[in-house]
């Protein structure tokens, strides 16, 4: 259901009167769409027990600590200590299927490496994906799909890794991250995109080579980036090739 209201500055009137039946007309039709959106709501729940179920599903996050009972998915812990790799796997695989996104809520997420293939969104309230000790692994890979992260913490753990690798990493596709911290690996983002890619409002942090390397066919497009460099690592914060 959308609203909008189509302010009638494009017309001329010969009165002050003739604007204002104008602007009622407009706001009636408006009216009556919702009324209708509405009622064809209440008769589909009417006729369809699972009506609302189905609508909250598609409409709600799926929460990665608390999935749905009859779903048979395998709950995240974030408590720092499980790996929950498994887990997050399946629930990405299942909020794909369901148009739902993933809602990452306070904790800190043990991961041996994530896979996202499709279009994806992430919501990070507190949340933090943490590279499990000795994976020698990418954090994040965003293979083909398209990831929208907003809120979220991806650290690499470079001090538990033998081998650190890069953090986040797109390989194809594209992404979005707003309101987003990465931290502690090789780059902080090394992305070959070919699809349009944005950053908002994004911390980078403790990386060894570039905090953010960028090549590809497309574009990003890039606003507040904030760049700190791992204690005697390189200062190359960001190279954009080609």
């Not at 369901?98 to 997420?109: I, K």
């Amino acid at each position: 259901m959308s609203f909008f209201f189509e302010f009638p500055h494009t017309r001329t009137y010969d009165s002050d009167l003739g604007w204002l039946i104008h602007a009622y007309q407009l706001l009636k039709a408006q009216a009556d769409d919702i009324q209708g959106s509405i009622q064809q709501f209440v008769d589909e729940a009417l006729n369809d027990p699972t009506y609302v179920a189905r609508v909250l599903a598609v409409l709600a996050p799926l929460n990665v600590k608390y999935p749905p009972s009859d779903a048979g998915l395998e709950a995240a812990k974030g408590d720092g200590v499980t790996d929950d790799t498994d887990a997050i796997t399946g629930m990405i695989a299942y909020a794909y299927e369901h148009g739902m996104p993933l809602l990452f809520p306070a904790g800190q997420y043990v991961v041996s490496g994530l896979t996202v293939s499709n279009d994806m969104t992430f919501i990070g309230l507190g949340g933090t994906l943490f590279l499990k000790a000795g994976a020698v692994n990418t954090l994040i890979t965003v293979k083909g799909g398209y990831l929208t992260a907003t809120g979220l913490e991806f650290n690499g753990n470079i001090a538990g890794q033998t081998e650190p690798e890069n953090v986040f990493v797109a390989d194809g596709g594209g992404f979005k991250l707003d309101n987003c911290v990465i931290t502690g690996g090789v780059d902080g983002i090394h992305a070959d995109i070919d699809r349009p890619s944005y950053i908002n409002s994004l911390k980078v942090n403790n990386f060894t080579e570039y905090g953010v390397y960028v090549k590809g066919s497309s574009y990003i497009n890039a606003h507040g980036i904030d760049f700190v460099a791992a204690t005697g690592g390189a200062l190359r914060f960001m190279k954009v090739d080609a």
